[in-house]
């Protein structure tokens, strides 16, 4: 350590540097404050802001930027934020900002559809919206998968993805007048209703998806049969007029019936999106299911006006199967024109039952054996009218024992049972040959027979005539023979006027043919 | 010194005396470090205002800081049977831009958005060339810094139509208006530029020229 007192050898006087006024306001305090809340506020928006999803649209019609919101059951979940064309120019993409959180409801399949006020007639939906315009409806799909981009629904979905039921699905060739919302009735009480109907990809028959509430959805069984009870069902077919109805409302609206019946097994209830078919009347519904229809060939020669696909095939007065196919054929060959009529027999569908078929009834050679038989015995196909106020007909099979013989040839696909001319043919033909026969009679010569003949009658007339007149002058009163004649009656006159005095007399006194006239005086 | 007034002419600090601020008179400084009060008005008197520059630039950040989420936030909400819909003042403008309502909207374009942003603009300006101790152009500078002044007051027009809009627009359950974040940025952008108009001391300006002719007399 250097001694205190020892001079320090001659060091430089260091610089004094002014202290540098480096005085700091308190007044930063206030962009500091500025810029913190700035920051807060914009992480917290940053934080809340939900994802974006885009949405395609076909229209974008009620759709405005900025305005339009999407709603889930009623909360306000996102706002549509910018629309514009596709490339293609056919559809809308928009971008919608979702609310924040919204993450788990965007996944695989989550819906969404523009709400627009829409009247069917079952319900009024949308109706908010004639004042606050569209919106955008959304379902909450329950895949996990996330997703972003979205295609909307073209219609809003009828049932809501969380209402208690089960969706069926429903094949039908045939609409009807079913639409979205129409009701289904299960023993008259609504139950359900449909969702949505696609036409299949084919375009052979539509796909109608139909959902039916719990609780009743367990009413509808693998076995359950679906019938349309779309409004007045007027039928006029070969059994005659008939009308069906469900309801009121179906009337007015169409709707779907279902009922199980009662005759068969108890099944569990039927899975959800079981596929049912769709009958069109609750009769059709209720035949029994075909076991092993087979087909055959009818060929006719006559006018088969009235005969429509689905008309009964009648075997000795009971139904055995129907018609399912009326064609016209032409054969080059013989100049003939005749209507194949395809039927198909299915007996057990109708409840008729083969007695003793023996267990091979189902065999080809036991089938084939049975119909080689029925037509030997003379089993034949007839037209027949069925309705005389509809001139519908209806095929029947009946044994005729005088028909031709005919046999079946089994070569054939399908077999052709022989036909013979319908009650309306054979009277036909019975008139046609008559006037055939008319036609032959020598009409000329019978006619110059008769004028012959009749020359003749009138010269036998006038002789006649000319002995009448003799007879005439004969019995003229002032003729001879008048006179005696006359007289002749006079007598006769007299003599019964006696006759007539004594049988007076007899009649009173029988005795006086033995004893004669006696006791006058007494 | 010639008759007219140069723009160096010798100012009351150069000479040593205060001017009072609010009654105009020229008074020397109080001794010792006690900040005087004018004798005749007893206002608190200076030099030039304290920190002049530093709480200019303090408050001018602070506006620019809140004037971006003032523009971004909707300013109002409004609430009607088609359901909320929130403005910022931008949407405003496009919303009011009409055939017939432009004039409206012309008038809060300029009222709310160019004036709060030109004030900040020119503001910063002037705050860079007094820090430069530029010399150029002083009489437009003092122009800019007076018109600042006078209409910078005019952008609260806003923020009053908002909340009287606010007040008055409350027929429940139809429709109501209530004012939303942005609302409050915004009047924080006009608070905050009339506090940094406030807190500038014009007579910076010619002090670089007063310095300048000192260092090159």
């Known amino acids: ?522 | 010194m010639g008759d007219a007034v140069s723009a160096t002419a010798a100012t009351a600090m150069q000479l040593g005396l205060q001017r009072c601020g609010a009654c105009g008179l020229l008074s020397r400084p109080a001794a010792g470090e006690d900040a005087g009060h004018c004798p005749r008005c007893d206002e608190a008197l200076e030099f030039r205002k304290r920190d002049s520059l530093q709480r200019t630039w303090a408050f001018l950040i602070a506006a620019a800081v809140c004037y971006l989420p003032a523009n971004v936030l909707p300013v109002l909400t409004t609430t009607t049977a088609a359901g909320a819909d929130s403005d910022t003042i931008m949407q405003g403008v496009v919303l009011l831009w009409s055939p017939t309502g432009w004039p409206l909207s012309l008038i809060v374009l300029v009222a709310s958005i160019m004036i709060p942003s030109a004030k900040i603009v020119a503001l910063g300006y002037l705050l860079v060339t007094v820090q430069r101790g530029s010399i150029e152009s002083n009489a437009q500078r003092i122009r800019l810094y007076r018109t600042v002044e006078l209409i910078g007051r005019w952008s609260m027009v806003d923020v009053f139509v908002d909340t009287f809009t606010a007040a008055l627009v409350q027929l429940q359950p139809l429709m109501s208006v209530r004012p939303a974040p942005g609302l409050l940025f915004f009047a924080a952008v006009v608070v905050l530029t009339m506090l940094a108009v406030e807190s500038f001391d014009p007579r910076l300006i010619w002090d670089a020229a007063s310095a300048n002719e000192v260092r090159y007399a």
């Open chain 1, 1 to 522: 350590m250097p001694d205190r007192d020892t001079p320090l050898p001659a060091a430089p006087q260091s610089r004094a540097v002014p202290k540098k006024q480096t005085r700091l306001s308190l007044v930063w305090i206030v962009p500091i404050l500025a810029a913190l809340v700035g920051l807060y506020v914009a992480v917290t928006r940053i934080l809340a802001e939900g994802p974006q999803i885009t949405i395609v649209f076909q229209s974008a019609e009620g759709l405005e930027a900025g305005k339009t919101r999407i709603h889930y059951n009623g909360v306000d979940v996102g706002t549509i934020t910018t629309i514009r064309l596709s490339d293609d120019h056919q559809r809308v993409v928009t971008t919608a900002q979702m609310a924040p959180r919204t993450e788990a409801f965007l996944v695989e399949d989550t819906k969404f559809w523009v709400v627009r006020p829409r009247i069917s007639g079952a319900n009024v939906t949308g109706l908010g919206t004639l004042i606050s315009g569209a919106y955008i409806g959304m379902e909450i799909g329950t895949s996990a998968k996330s997703r972003r981009d979205y295609v909307a629904l073209a219609t809003p979905p009828v049932v809501a993805g969380n209402a208690p039921g089960r969706f069926f699905v429903l094949k039908t060739p045939d609409l009807g007048s079913l639409d979205a919302g129409t009701p289904i009735f299960f023993r008259r009480l609504q139950v359900g209703e449909v969702a949505s109907y696609t036409l299949d990809a084919d375009g052979h028959a539509l796909t109608v998806k139909v959902f039916v509430n719990a609780p009743y959805d367990q009413y509808v069984t693998p076995n359950t049969r679906f019938w349309q009870a779309s409004g007045i069902d007027l039928s006029l077919s070969a059994d005659g007029l008939s009308v069906q109805t469900q309801s009121l409302l179906s009337i007015l609206i169409g709707g779907i019936a279902f009922e199980t019946p009662a005759t068969g097994p108890v099944l569990p209830a039927a899975d959800a999106d079981t596929v049912f078919t769709l009958f069109s009347d609750r009769v059709e519904a209720f035949k029994l299911p075909a076991r092993d229809p087979q087909t055959y060939l009818l060929v006719f020669k006559q006018s088969v006006r009235g005969l429509a696909r689905g008309a009964p095939v009648e075997f000795k007065g009971i139904t055995i199967g129907e018609v399912t196919d009326v064609r016209a054929q032409f054969d080059v060959k013989t100049d003939e024109l005749s209507v194949p009529v395809t039927i198909r027999l299915d007996p057990t569908s109708f409840g008729v039952a083969l007695v003793d078929a023996g267990p091979d009834q189902t065999s080809v050679g036991a089938h084939q054996k049975l119909v080689d038989a029925l037509v030997a015995r003379g089993v034949r196909a007839q037209l027949r009218t069925g309705n005389l106020l509809t001139g519908a007909l209806f095929v029947a099979l009946d044994v005729f024992p005088d028909a031709p013989p005919a046999s079946v040839d089994w070569s054939q696909k399908p077999i052709q049972i022989p036909t013979i001319p319908g009650e309306m043919e054979a009277i036909e033909a019975n008139v046609v040959s008559i006037i055939k026969k008319l036609d032959q009679l020598p009409i000329k010569a019978i006619g110059d027979d008769l004028r012959n003949s009749l020359v003749e009658l009138d010269k036998t007339l006038g002789s006649a005539r000319a002995t009448l007149d003799n007879a005439d002058t004969l019995i003229e009163p002032s003729s001879g023979l008048g006179m005696e004649l006359t007289g002749t009656l006079q007598d006769v006159s007299r003599a019964a006027r006696q006759l007539g005095g004594l049988m007076d007399y007899l009649e009173r006194h029988p005795e006086a043919l033995i004893r004669g006239k006696t006791g006058e005086a007494k």
